[in-house]
């Protein structure tokens, strides 16, 4: 008998390593023959930690288990049983998806490289191995991929920049410093399925010219770390990478290194800096890092979800991936629903659906039962919607023109119990935190805003255009994203949730 | 430990990772696993062997929250505070911590049993509140959990 029980850090936040000892002791005791995998998650959070036992029907889920529930479990044959969920892939959520970069999250045993190369792994690899620089470039090019750390940019473009570069050494860089809340995407993928981003990085450093690759893996994240590592090291031993890529005579080489928990560091340039052993400032741009990027050298630097969807690109080819999706967003975005939700995890489908789709259908609205007030889309830089905005299809240059952008594509849900004046507070505070403080209106600018808020908190509606003012200063006038979005999430509370700045007013004037 | 202790183990750690592209990062991590910190004495000896001034090293040093300057508590509690865990309570939670132990973010209980301490985001943001409890991930705490937790660790 083969069980699943994650080894995702969803998964074991809820108990998923004291469920994987029962199912063992379970089986020890009544002399089953039970073979455990601990797997990536499915992405169903609220259904985690979620068992899975392989049956001739498929597989076979049941969740959310505790430890205290796997004897029953064991009674019941894993067939009728309250936490029985049916066919893993019939439940509505999966079975709507559009699985193309999480393909094999959850399904395999993320360090089997025997199971990642029974369901796809390394064909895309060996496709590149028998293309050309350029053909790999204009390959990527075609697959209309966007950069889905949240900017956006082509990546075939930046690949094209870099493969023209003329230097001794370049670098493949992998941007794992998710640190924007909502989004946890890289986290599972890196989790669940890493052989698909040692993939993408070899097929980078075949398109680029590149030899060595790191992945910059914020603190936050242990168990990320811990898979890649072990995953690396599979990977070196079984000749992937290292000197000889699957026996081609390529070399390319990769390795973690750990971030030392400051935001501004997802910022590609603070990453290089960090990476180089440099305090993680903001670096201004040209030098593109395309050109001169990590020590000087000519430097892909990518998001995990961008390089983890190279694999599939090229497996089943660009026109395959770029028949998804809407307008110039092509292909599938992992939406990441988290917050107040009720069905919070990962869906990974094609761009278009409407904010109002994904939050009430595919979420189904939240957790506490009450009415949806607001969703943060893009992480803590990003803008709060109103239901009046839930018309909205998720796509890049869609949110940019309701004053808002899709990020990292994480969804925070809140309930009507939210403070909007809060939340506009503290996003001015995470950014006073967090500034490198390389520039001026990020800054001070921050800071300011923190007190401007606090202004208007105690009623002084003087202060409203003040903060307008700020706003639009720190969005022109900042070097990075860091201070130049967290107006988004600002402008957005003020402008949309205007009862919740006057209520405040109001409060303190009588 | 005494200052000399200190000084060999960190030349130790520089010698064994120095040669690696962009090594400080690396070895204050290592330096703090070593120490549960970064002493002071380590400074020097790190900057001498990477041929910076003990200012960039400092300067390195104290630009990222991970580095502690001093000992934390027996235990270490991080919980997040990013907008996904605030919009399942975190802040009551946050506010529930510091009333129980007594201290603020970034202070260790007067007996040393815990830090408390701020994160902003564990990757845990459709099961929050999260925690980080001694480097293992917690979700869905809520007081009454935070307060089995602290209890086991005598808090």
């Known amino acids: ?510 | 430990m005494t200052a000399n202790a200190v000084a060999q183990r960190t030349d130790d750690i520089v010698d064994e990772l120095a040669t690696l592209e962009g090594p400080l990062l690396p070895i204050l991590h290592a330096v703090q696993h070593a120490f549960g910190f970064v002493p002071q004495e380590a400074l020097p000896r790190i900057a001498e062997k990477l041929n910076l001034s003990r200012a960039e090293v400092h300067g390195v040093m104290s630009f990222y929250h991970d580095f502690r300057t001093e000992p934390a508590g027996r235990h270490v509690v991080k919980l997040c505070r990013a907008e996904a865990c605030q919009a399942q309570g975190a802040d009551a939670l946050a506010a529930h911590a510091k009333a129980r132990l007594g201290v603020d973010f970034h202070e260790t209980t007067a007996s040393g049993a815990v830090t408390l301490e701020p994160v902003f985001c564990l990757g845990l943001c459709a099961c929050g509140p999260a925690a980080l409890v001694d480097g293992k991930v917690v979700g869905r705490v809520d007081a009454a959990r935070l307060d089995q937790i602290l209890s086991e660790m005598g808090a």
């Not at chain 1, 939210?418 to 506009?424: F, T």
């Not at chain 1, 003040?466 to 979005?485: E, Q, R, Y």
Request: hydrophobic residues 45%.
């Open chain 1, 1 to 510: 008998m083969k069980i699943y029980v994650p080894r995702d850090a969803a998964a074991k936040a809820l108990g998923a390593d004291a469920v994987a000892a029962a199912v063992l002791a379970e089986a020890k005791a009544r002399g089953l023959d039970v073979t455990l995998v601990r797997n990536g998650s499915r992405g169903m959070v609220w259904l985690e930690p979620l068992v899975e036992v392989e049956t001739d029907a498929g597989r076979m889920a049941f969740g959310p288990v505790t430890a205290a529930d796997v004897a029953s479990l064991f009674d019941a044959g894993f067939g009728s049983h309250p936490l029985a969920q049916g066919q893993t892939e019939a439940i509505p959520f999966m079975a709507r998806q559009t699985r193309l970069t999480f393909a094999r999250c959850g399904r395999i045993d993320p360090l089997s490289l025997a199971e990642y190369e029974a369901h796809g792994g390394l064909k895309g690899l060996r496709r590149a191995l028998g293309m050309s620089s350029e053909q790999i470039v204009a390959e990527v090019k075609d697959s209309g991929l966007r950069g889905r750390g949240g900017a956006g940019f082509p990546t075939g473009i930046k690949w094209d920049t870099v493969a023209r570069a003329k230097a001794d050494q370049k670098y493949i860089v992998c941007n794992a410093d998710e640190g924007d809340s909502a989004t946890f995407a890289d986290r599972m993928l890196m989790e669940g399925d890493p052989f698909t981003l040692i993939e993408g990085m070899a097929i980078a450093g075949l398109g680029v010219g590149a030899t060595r690759g790191y992945v910059y893996i914020r603190s936050e994240y242990p168990d990320a770390i811990e898979a890649m590592e072990a995953a690396l090291d599979i990977a070196r031993a079984a000749g992937v990478i290292g000197a000889n890529v699957l026996g081609s005579g390529r070399a390319f080489d990769m390795w973690v290194r750990v971030g030392a928990g400051a935001y501004v560091c997802g910022e590609e340039t603070s990453l290089l800096n960090s990476l180089e052993g440099k305090r993680g400032v903001v670096r201004a741009k040209p030098p593109l890092p395309a050109l001169e990027g990590f020590l000087g050298k000519p430097t892909v630097v990518n998001n995990v979800i961008s390089l983890a969807t190279v694999p599939v690109i090229f497996e089943r080819g660009a026109a395959f991936y770029k028949d998804f999706g809407l307008g110039r967003s092509r292909g599938t975005i992992p939406l990441q629903i988290a917050g107040n939700a009720k069905h919070g995890g990962l869906y990974e489908t094609a761009f278009g659906l409407t904010l109002g789709q994904i939050v009430d259908d595919i979420a189904g609205g939240t957790a506490s039962g009450r009415p949806v007030k607001a969703v943060q889309v893009g992480g803590p830089l990003g803008a709060y919607f109103p239901r009046a905005l839930f018309d909205t299809p998720f796509g890049y240059e869609e949110f940019a023109g309701k004053e808002g952008l899709i990020g990292h594509a994480g969804l925070t849900l809140f309930d009507d119990t939210a403070d909007m004046l809060k939340m506009a507070r503290f996003a001015m505070e995470f950014c006073a935190i967090e500034s490198c403080g390389k520039c001026t209106p990020c800054r001070i600018g921050a800071v300011r805003g923190v007190e401007t808020v606090d202004r208007i908190a105690k009623g002084d509606a003087s202060a409203i255009p003040i903060l307008t003012d700020l706003c639009n200063t720190m969005k022109f006038g900042s070097l990075c994203a860091l201070g130049g979005f967290t107006p988004y999430p600002v402008m957005s509370a003020l402008t949309h949730f205007p009862d919740d700045f006057h209520a405040a007013h109001l409060e303190a004037a009588e």
